[in-house]
């Protein structure tokens, strides 16, 4: 349900913006809710604690969903989600690390956050440090060379405290990933350069969890989790759609999006509550 949330206040500050990506960050919103209220070792009060696990987003273009996420995780109060890409903002529209605590990395040029990454990890390792490093990339930027030196790095050098997870929604901004350039059979193309793989639904929240939760007990290579998202999740004009990758929503669009999105998290609520018969609703 926390995901709904997150979706809705990131639609709220692409509206305010006027800009900004919707459907990559809509898709992922369940993997962010995971990672920031169920696994990452992170305190919103301390956003530099040297024990913290280490989170970078490689495809910066979709920061509305992390700023929702860190603004319901504490990092900064969520009104500060209507300034997002206005002059003078800490939410830029790609993550600036010096302008917002609790941001590893500034991103921007697409396919160079899996190097930041795997130089953190194999940091982390030769001060024999116990943190994990959580890199989250798009499944267009792996059209980048830098991304696959990334690959063959952290596989010679078997950083298994790498996570790193493929937002696999299958769009870029000009289409459908496999007519631009073709990436399937992308799970096979990591066991080959010597990485762990795991392949799951990215908007089912017990397998993202059992995932995640297995992750840090990875041992041997670095891992990489091949999520299938759908972009646009809860908002059905805009589900599998790549004309929404980059575009946001006019205030009447996103009117409607967060009617479904209420709709949807009313109905999983009821569901919740039939499941566990000992617990009664809040609101009667």
């Known amino acids: 349900m926390m995901a709904d949330v997150i979706r809705e206040d990131l639609l709220i500050s692409l ?3 006027k800009s900004g990506h919707s459907a990559g960050p809509l898709g992922m919103a369940d993997i962010f809710t995971a990672l ?24 910066g273009h979709i920061c509305p ?7 319901n995780a504490g990092y900064f109060p969520k009104k500060e989600l209507l300034t997002l890409r206005k002059f003078g903002t800490r939410l830029q529209g790609h993550p600036h690390r010096s302008s917002l605590p ?4 500034t ?15 194999l940091g ?14 798009s499944d267009g930027e792996q059209n980048e060379g830098n991304h696959w030196e990334a690959v063959m790095f952290a596989g010679k050098n078997k950083l298994d405290n790498l996570i790193a997870i493929t937002d696999r929604n299958y769009i870029q ?26 392949v799951i639904d990215g908007n089912d929240m017990k397998q993202i969890l059992k995932v995640l939760q297995d992750a840090r007990n990875n041992k041997g290579k670095p891992l990489m989790i091949i999520a299938h998202t759908i972009p646009g999740k809860g908002v059905d004009y805009m589900e599998g759609k790549f004309e929404w990758h980059g575009k946001p929503p006019k205030a009447d ?3 409607l999006a967060i009617e479904e999105i209420h709709a949807h998290e009313s109905q999983e609520r009821g569901d919740w509550f039939k499941q566990h018969q000992k617990l009664k609703p809040i609101h009667k």
């Open 124 to 137: 982390l390792k030769l001060d024999k440090k116990p943190n994990k490093v959580f890199c989250l990339c």
């Open 65 to 71: 969903v992390m700023y929702a996420t860190m603004a």
């Open 15 to 17: 509206v305010a913006a």
């Open 102 to 105: 609790g941001l590893e990395t």
């Open 173 to 198: 901004i000009n289409g459908n990933t496999e007519d631009v350039m073709p990436l399937d059979p992308l799970d096979e193309k990591y066991k080959a350069f010597n990485w762990n793989v795991k």
């Open 36 to 59: 920031y209220f169920n696994v990452l070792k992170h305190n919103p009060q301390k956003p530099k604690w040297e024990g913290r696990d280490r989170l970078v987003l490689s495809n």
């Open 107 to 121: 991103s921007g040029p697409l396919g160079s956050g899996l190097s930041q990454s795997a130089g953190m990890a």
């Open 253 to 255: 669009e996103a009117q």
